[in-house]
């Protein structure tokens, strides 16, 4: 089945820097990729996606990159703000099922 | 609105006393999952139906089983709950038309299971 690596699993930033999330996967058959933010109590909740014929997707001030031959992909949040603090979960899809993979999650924290 | 709605969002039961945890969804969606999250971690999927077919996970314990009896609603049944099954059970929905189509998740808020 797929493997899903996240790193780092904390990361603290300043009010206004960017912050990075990296994943990587293993199985080369996935092709969806989506990112998902989740509240402390709260439900997942997807913040972006991008499939496996995209490099790149941006949405304001989220954006995430796929590199299919080296099997990662990130996540960046540029302007960080504090209710941005969270934890950002990564899942993998694969193209021939149905299921998602997640990653261990990176609980972010933005300093005001 | 269209949702997942999970009942309930708080379950408490004894050891080894069979508890069922529902799910229903106003999505249409054609796939639904079973997630089991502990604190700190990633949602793990136990299985997941794609209509009527059920798929389940190869590490997903034999205590954990599934029904789907229509479209809308989809239950988790645990037969004799152990201490470590003291977790949030959350549920998805997605819609996937094709191989190229892969949709995105929709979680419930989930039930937090507690084991006396």
């Known amino acids: 089945g797929e493997n899903v690596e996240q790193h780092p699993s904390t990361l603290s930033v300043q009010e206004g820097d960017s912050a990075v999330i990296k994943c990587t996967y293993s199985d080369s058959a996935s092709n969806y990729f989506p990112w998902y933010k989740q509240e402390l109590g709260k439900r997942p909740q997807l913040i972006i996606d991008?499939?496996?014929?995209?490099g790149e997707k941006k949405d304001q001030r989220i954006a995430v990159t796929l590199n299919k031959t080296a099997k990662h992909f990130s996540l960046h949040i540029t302007e960080t703000q504090p209710e941005d603090s969270a934890v950002y979960f990564c899942a993998a899809s694969p193209l021939a099922g149905n299921q998602f993979y997640f990653g261990t999650g990176t609980s972010l924290t933005v300093i005001p | 609105d269209a949702m997942v709605i999970q009942n309930p969002r708080y379950q408490v039961t004894q050891f080894g006393k069979p508890v069922t945890l529902s799910c229903s969804q106003t999505l249409n969606h054609n796939v639904m999952y079973w997630y089991q999250q502990k604190s700190s971690q990633a949602p793990k999927l136990l299985f997941h139906y794609y209509d009527k077919d059920f798929n389940n996970e190869a590490d997903t314990p034999d205590n954990f089983q599934s029904r789907r009896p229509n479209t809308s609603f989809c239950f988790l049944d645990i037969r004799s709950p152990g201490l470590g099954d003291a977790a949030m059970y959350l549920c998805?929905?997605?819609?996937?038309?094709?191989?190229?189509?892969?949709?995105?998740?929709?979680f419930g808020d989930g039930t937090r299971l507690s084991i006396l």
């Open positions: 998805a929905t997605s819609s996937r038309q094709g191989a190229w189509n892969n949709q995105p998740q929709h």
């Open positions: 991008i499939r496996s014929n995209v």
